[in-house]
């Protein structure tokens, strides 16, 4: 039985390691801002290095609310040379207070908050099943900053970018963080349009959105736009324009997606840019492997894998000694059974031989012991001295 258990906890040991093994995930920022009424990024990315164990769940959750408020299973998925998934088909829930302003991406794991509020704050973790890996980023969320209301009041829309340059890896998603405020009445409808020019100094006309309404907080804010979005070109598909704050979404990167994007506001003809660069997904996890300063995670797999081939022959010896020990068992058995049978058979002949020397003595007795003669018969004639009248018999004695 105590074989049997072992055995059992080695498997549980070899399936936990492989399936650790089998997805690679990577967090590229452990904390993030954003500003209320924006959207913000969470960035994850995941490579499969083996056969994956579909369905795969993803799973986020946040210190905000006890359950988990996006749950992904991944049915399949697509897979390039490096491993990085692409094409997945996959069913995905919204839950709670995050219903209706969160977006995840199955093929890398990212979650997207849109209209972000204050009590967005937190700690959000990411899990993903069967390997029970989970990660986390910290989410903090500043409050919507009044500007005074420009001279004149001639600027209607005031733009922010938040950063002019972002970085990407390919195959994965980036966001080009951009907002705006109204102070006075917009002339609507309002235009936002996004434009890049990349590494080929191609002019590409991306999505252009006409903003037909909007509410508008107290700072300024807007949300709860009515738009019609466009979207143009070879961007089609893995675009996604936020109406509410002018952001731009892109998704399953590529190399040639590097340059520099322009936003456009009109009727007031803003315009401004942001620079992307998107990097090659590499084999191994960043940063590059250094001669000097080899990989840690390069280390832990050897690592892994060396425990691996121990425990395999491990068990391999234990299966032969267990053997062993059984056969072993089994002929000192055997021999003990056949000195028990030796002894037994010494003890019995000489009862035997005692049993028949003193049937023999009792028989020798019984021969040697002297046969009582055979009586005779003797006749004899005997003459009494007395009277004449009395007659003379013949007598016999026997002798």
Not at 147 to 159: I, K, M, R
Not at 317 to 336: L, M, Y
Request: with cysteine; charged share 15%.
């Amino acid at each position: 039985m105590s074989s049997l258990q072992g055995c059992c906890t080695l498997c549980s040991i070899l399936m936990l390691i492989g399936g650790n093994l089998a997805v690679l995930v990577k967090i590229h920022q452990d904390s993030v801002n954003g500003t209320e009424g924006q959207s913000v990024l969470l960035p994850v990315s995941y490579r499969l290095h083996s056969a994956p164990q579909y369905p795969m769940r993803i799973a986020w959750n946040s210190s905000n609310v006890q359950d988990e408020f996006v749950t992904c299973t991944l049915g399949k998925c697509s897979l390039d040379a490096g491993g990085a998934p692409s094409s997945c088909s996959a069913q995905t829930f919204y839950r709670g207070k995050y219903r209706g302003r969160t977006k995840l991406f199955p093929a890398n794991g990212s979650l997207l908050l849109s209209d972000l509020r204050l009590s967005d704050s937190g700690v959000y973790s990411v899990t993903f099943k069967p390997s029970h890996q989970t990660f986390h980023i910290t989410l903090t969320v500043h409050k919507q900053r009044s500007t005074p209301e420009p001279p004149g009041g001639n600027l209607a829309v005031l733009v922010k970018i938040h950063q002019d340059s972002v970085n990407g890896t390919e195959g994965q998603s980036v966001l080009l963080p951009v907002s705006y405020r109204l102070h006075s009445a917009p002339q609507y409808p309002m235009r936002i349009a996004w434009n890049s020019s990349n590494v080929q100094d191609e002019f590409v006309q991306l999505v252009t959105c006409s903003v037909l309404n909007c509410s508008v907080g107290a700072g300024g804010a807007p949300s709860s736009c009515s738009a019609q979005t466009f979207y143009h070109g070879k961007y089609r598909g893995h675009t996604k324009l936020f109406p509410a704050n002018g952001s731009l979404l892109l998704s399953d990167l590529r190399l040639s997606d590097s340059g520099v994007y322009s936003v456009t506001f009109k009727p007031s003809h803003q315009t401004f840019h942001i620079t992307l660069t998107v990097h090659k997904q590499r084999s191994t996890p960043e940063p590059p492997v250094d001669p000097k300063n080899p990989d840690p995670t390069h280390s832990y797999v050897i690592g892994i894998c060396s425990s691996v081939s121990l425990l395999l022959l491990f068990l391999l010896f234990c299966c032969i000694w267990h053997r062993g020990a059984a056969r072993q068992q089994k002929r000192r058995i055997i021999k003990q059974q056949q000195a028990s049978s030796v002894e037994e058979s010494h003890m019995e002949s000489p009862v035997v031989m005692d049993m028949a020397t003193i049937y023999a003595r009792v028989g020798d007795s019984f021969e040697q012991s002297q046969q009582r003669p055979t009586p005779e018969v003797v006749y004899a004639s005997l003459t009494s001295p007395g009277p004449p009248q009395q007659d003379t018999g013949l007598y016999h004695l026997l002798v």
